[in-house]
């Protein structure tokens, strides 16, 4: 049974950084993408991040530079270290699993077999 959990969500002030963690199980992360996602109120949920073995990472243009995905298989966790962050980045902060890789649309929610409870993140002052 796949299961997702992710931590590490609170309140931040503009400019300040947070990491978000991602503890898999039921999966092999050599085995299978993990992607991150967000969604703030009335919007479409939207594809941040995305790490697997086959192909590499991916980011959205919006967080490029300033988050970055990373993982620990032997943990089976996969982090998200968010700096500089904005207003606009306050979300519930979702993560995703498939087999095999992130592919070319990884940032499509529809790609995504499994997912997370969500954990809230607000940027604030």
């Known amino acids: 049974q796949v299961q997702l959990v992710e931590s590490g969500g609170g309140l931040v002030q503009p400019g300040g950084s947070l990491r978000l963690s991602c503890a898999a199980s039921?999966?092999?992360?050599?085995?299978?993408?993990i992607g991150w996602f967000r969604q703030a109120p009335g919007k479409e949920r939207e594809g941040i991040s995305c790490?697997?073995?086959?192909?590499?990472?991916y980011y959205a243009d919006s967080v490029k530079g300033r988050f970055t995905i990373s993982r620990d298989t032997a943990k089976s966790t996969t982090y998200l270290q968010m700096n500089s962050l904005k207003p606009e980045d306050t979300a519930v902060y979702y993560c995703?699993?498939?087999?095999?890789?992130?592919?070319?649309?990884?940032?499509?929610?529809?790609?995504?077999?499994?997912w997370g409870q969500g954990t809230q993140v607000t940027v604030s002052s």
């Open positions: 995703a699993t498939v087999w095999a890789i992130c592919g070319s649309l990884w940032y499509v929610r529809g790609s995504w077999g499994y």
């Open positions: 039921g999966v092999t992360l050599d085995d299978y993408a």
């Open positions: 790490i697997s073995s086959s192909d590499g990472t």
